[in-house]
């Protein structure tokens, strides 16, 4: 697989496209499952790795509608292209950061991936712009049916699907929502919200999930036990209450532009301006600085930019992307300098140059 001429498309879930997406930025199911012949990972020896491995790409390459999956060998990888796929949410930190037989399968317009020897044997993830779960779901369910009938999955009468995590154990579906929530975090009110999420069994995790940080406002909402519920009821339990978050959200907004409108605007000028100017700047500072920007964008501030030009600098500047469009590895300083040259270059139009030749 050519990572550089994969770094310069976006995914399907980044297109902003998807109903909410000023506030939503992807829906995602992900379902957990083991081979009932193979030992759960962490007991596994690399043999059977190697066999889990091979049951799967045969199912895997066994439906006809599947030929064109991109099968990658995440074992064989360098690690700037393994945190390549895990920036743009295509695996997981854990398969990257992994040893032995491993790899992952990706739908070419990545709105799915199959991961082999994750935390469990097979993590199967789907992914869509905006707030789209049910759609995800049905989706993941399609996937789930066609390997089911091709393996035997590890399973239990009273206890469902088991898991190497007791908490997956069930239906083994991890049920989340991407959320872009700046104006809560600007009136202070993402403590309070996040405190009632938990209250409700949901989990609030950062950008890249579970043991991650919350970089440029963006929160990821799941839920956290899959025991005793069904798959419909978990999707309708996070998706009854996203719509509340987005409307306290959309509600914080608008005070911010009626009570103020000025410190909004300075801010978001501000970071405008900084992304557009700085000689070198770091992915963190970049991503906070997007965060204004994008909300500047969803109210107005900002003309002549769009939500999806911004949706992919917050991946492109990340540091595999940006040495893959780079075509170099860099240290840490030569890439807060082409970081700053590639914003740049996608934000502001230079005198005498055609903005459509960067695209």
Known sequence: MKFDEFAERCGEWLRGSGPQSDIVISSRIRLARNLAEFPFIRRCNEQDRKGIEQTFRAAIQSVTDWKELINVDVAGLPSIDRQFLVERQLISRELADASGARCVFIDANETYSLMINEEDHLRMQVMHSGLDLESAWEQANKIDTELDKRVAFAFHEKLGYLTACPTNVGTGLRVSVMLHLPALVITQQIEKVFRSLQKMGLAVRGLYGEG?????????????????????????????????????????????????????????????????????????????LLSSVRMGINLGLIQDLEIPTINKLFIHTQPAHLQKLRGLELETQDRNVERALYLQTHLRKRPGEDPAEHN
């Open 212 to 288: 991650s940080q919350a970089m440029g406002d963006f929160y990821q909402i799941s839920n956290q036990v899959t025991l005793g519920k069904s798959e419909e009821e978990l999707v309708k339990q996070v998706g009854e209450v996203i719509p509340v978050i987005i409307d306290y959200e959309r509600q914080a907004r608008a005070f911010l532009v009626k009570e103020s409108r000025k410190d909004l605007h300075d801010r978001v000028s501000r970071a405008y301006g900084i992304l557009c100017t700085a000689q070198q700047i770091s992915s963190e500072e970049t991503l906070h």
